[in-house]
């Protein structure tokens, strides 16, 4: 069995988790493809994850309401224990990489992180990941009785909706007591998708030149064409944009099919985070900038003088 533990999030399966189906039947790994669904009132994820699953594991419970690390990594390494799987798949998203871990841990398994493919190996199996910010494919091999991995966000193509539903069962799960209590929870809301489900991003450097004209073209040409919005470090560390947008290394990783950079200069820690998007705008005035080595699409211009243009003709 190939487990997979399902990422969602406002009642709906996140677009990682149907990457993380793709990759799983493409590695070759026999066995069926099983989601793991864990929260609370998660009635409607389950019905999503039975479209593309095989079958489908929910642990629909007041335990599982807030996301915990170590209850998560309890969970999914019960279910791996019972169910035999082979090969334990896990998103590479902040709370993914936080608890992936203790699941190898708890299974002596080995950990391959963040890749970018599977494919197995006769007994093995072989993973590509970035290294090097980005600049270096390495290829790895692990074997054993249990392999936990952690997929790349936006690396694999969403998986289309099965001939026949998977089958759906609850599990009953033997949970530890969390020892970190959560007394409290900020939840930004916005209209705009969010980076990790947007196949178009817009991101505002510093060259925009203030937060009025962060927002006036930035957000405008978002809204316009419907991209989510992106930052970099040094907007963030300004305290124009919230950490949730900023987009890097130290940020978020994003492969979008179009990423519109404005006023961006292309840093190597930024380029490592959007790096392999599928075509890159980049609008900048100054004409020797990095960003322009990786871009298949550059203006060279003030972004306060061409965007508004941009805006227009969108809205028309």
Partial sequence: ??????????????????????????????????????????????????????????????????????????????????????????????????????????????????????????????????????????????????????????????AAPAAQPGEEYDVDLDLPAPRVEVTGRSVEKSSRVALAEADVIVTGGRGVGSPENFATYVEGLADAIGAGVGATRAVVDAGWRPYAEQVGQTGKTVQPQAYIALGVSGAVQHLSGMGKSRNIVAINKDAEAPIFKVADYGIVGDVNQIVPALIEAAKK
């Fill in 1 to 158: 069995m190939i487990l997979i533990v399902a990422e969602h999030a406002g009642g709906k399966l996140a677009k990682s988790t149907l990457e993380m189906v793709t990759a799983a039947r493409g590695s070759g790994r026999e066995g069926p493809v099983t989601l793991l669904v864990l929260g609370q009132g998660v009635t409607g994820v389950a019905k999503e994850a039975a479209a593309v699953a095989d079958q489908v594991l929910v642990a629909d419970l007041p335990a599982l309401a807030i996301y915990n690390a170590e209850v998560w990594a309890a969970a999914a390494t019960q279910i791996a224990r019972e169910g035999e799987a082979h090969t334990v798949l896990i998103g590479g998203s902040r709370s993914g990489r936080e608890y992936a871990p203790r699941v190898a841990v708890k299974l002596d398994a080995p950990y391959l992180e963040d890749v970018i493919g599977l494919s197995a190996q006769g007994d093995a199996l072989r993973a590509q990941r970035y290294t090097f910010l980005a600049r270096v494919t390495e290829s790895v091999e692990a074997s054993g009785p249990m392999i936990v991995v952690t997929v790349k966000p936006g690396a694999f193509a969403p």
